[in-house]
Structure formats: structure tokens, C-alpha cells
T-cell receptor
Framework: DTEVTQTPKHLVMGMTNKKSLKCEQH?????MYWYKQKAKKPPELMFV???????INESVPSRFSPECPNSSLLNLHLHALQPEDSALYLC???????????????FGNGTRLTVT | AQTVTQSQPEMSVQEAETVTLSCTYD???????LFWYKQPPSRQMILVIR??????QNATENRFSVNFQKAAKSFSLKISDSQLGDTAMYFC?????????????FGAGTILRVKS
């Protein structure tokens, strides 16, 4: 069982739709992350929130909008996506603001997004 | 630039045998962290093993162990007594320091198939 919960598991949306991906953790972790993963490729970092503040944005297009309402929740708002944005979106958390061997990343099961 | 190289795109091993997955990395830092993650068809990224660079002792976790060669910048993963449940994509990852935090840099991955 994963301690990082992502919903929905699957999402199909049109290019004009607005949707949101949700991520929740109750481990008391203070950093949360969004990754994008294409098939048979490694995850690519999109955003990092540390103590509920955006600390890293990897030059992600503005059609992806992250939000961290509180220390347990992380959302990714989607608008006007393109078919090439279809991918697995992974959420992760770490105990502290820095990734270390004592504070590694814990991943959720991901949301499989298809943009039509 | 810090990069992580996994030179084996795919590997196969018979159940109960031992297999080694290779990983090399490039960095100018003296202390850093290395990780191996596995991603089975269930999609979740699962932490397998972790290593601090300044610790010379190789990390072990049950059937999983690493051969960490700091001078050679090599971090290979050995899986002993392979089981069918070990079938997954394996990613080697390096912790990269950034101005406002750190992030994991993943290798391209190795698909491991355990055969009965």
C-alpha cells in the first residue's frame, strides 16, 4: 500500500478541458513533488513545494499550474493541454526539504493522463 | 553537469539466480546520495536501496546490495535469489544540489525480466 495517494488513477481529457490531479500524504512530510513520466522513460521533475511554498519550477509550461493548499495536499491544475502532455504524472513526498538517504522520495501510484 | 548512465536497456535472469545492474554517474561533488528505485507494472516507484557517498560500506537491503566504487563513480545493484516479483524497470538516481533545494537525476532505466 502506498502512503502517497493520487487521484484519479486514470484521466482522459480534451484539449479545451480543465481538470485537476490530486495528491495526498499523511506522513507529516514537508516537501512534495510533481513528476512527469513518459512510457519507458525516467521521471522528469516538474515542481517542488517545500513547507507549502513553491521552491523549484523546472520551466514547466503555464498550462500546468501547481497548488499546495496545506502540508498534506498537492494539486496539479491542467488547462489547454496538448496531446504530447499525455503521460504518467507521479506525485512524491519527502520528510524534509532536502532529499537525503534519511529523507528519500516516497512516490504515489500516479495518474495516467490521456489528452485527446 | 551531473549525469547518470545505465548502459543496459534490458536484462533477463532466471528465478533464484543473481543479476547485477550497472550504473555510472558523473559529478564533481565530494558528498552526495545515490538511490535505486524499481517501478513494476503497477507503476509505483519503490525505493530499493540508498547510499551515502562518504560511507565506504556498501548498502544492503535483504536480497539487494550495491557495489559502490566512488573513485570509478560506479553504483551497481546486485539482486540475489531473483524472484518473479522483481520484474520491473530499475532506475539509478543521483541527488543533485540546486540553489533552492535538491533533486533526483534519474538514469534511463533498465528493464529486468525474471523468468521462471
Amino acid at each position: 500500500d502506498t502512503e502517497v495517494t493520487q487521484t484519479p488513477k486514470h484521466l482522459v481529457m480534451g484539449m479545451t478541458n480543465k481538470k485537476s490531479l490530486k495528491c495526498e500524504q499523511h506522513m507529516g512530510h514537508r516537501a512534495m513533488y510533481w513528476y512527469k513520466q513518459k512510457a519507458k522513460k525516467p521521471p522528469e521533475l516538474m515542481f517542488v513545494y517545500s513547507y507549502e511554498k513553491l521552491s523549484i519550477n523546472e520551466s514547466v509550461p503555464s498550462r500546468f499550474s501547481p497548488e499546495c493548499p496545506n502540508s498534506s495536499l498537492l494539486n496539479l491544475h491542467l488547462h489547454a493541454l496538448q496531446p504530447e502532455d499525455s503521460a504518467l504524472y507521479l506525485c512524491a513526498s519527502s520528510q524534509g526539504p532536502q532529499i537525503t538517504v534519511h529523507s528519500p522520495l516516497h512516490f504515489g501510484n500516479g495518474t495516467r493522463l490521456t489528452v485527446t | 553537469a551531473q549525469t547518470v548512465t545505465q548502459s543496459q536497456p534490458e536484462m533477463s535472469v532466471q528465478e533464484a539466480e543473481t543479476v547485477t545492474l550497472s550504473c555510472t554517474y558523473d559529478t564533481s561533488e565530494s558528498n552526495y546520495y545515490l538511490f535505486w528505485y524499481k517501478q513494476p507494472p503497477s507503476r509505483q516507484m519503490i525505493l530499493v536501496i540508498r547510499q551515502e557517498a562518504y560511507k565506504q560500506q556498501n548498502a544492503t537491503e535483504n536480497r539487494f546490495s550495491v557495489n559502490f566504487q566512488k573513485a570509478a563513480k560506479s553504483f551497481s545493484l546486485k539482486i540475489s535469489d531473483s524472484q518473479l516479483g522483481d520484474t520491473a524497470m530499475y532506475f539509478c538516481a543521483f541527488m543533485k544540489l540546486m540553489e533552492y533545494g535538491n533533486k533526483l537525476v534519474f538514469g534511463a532505466g533498465t528493464i529486468l525480466r525474471v523468468k521462471s
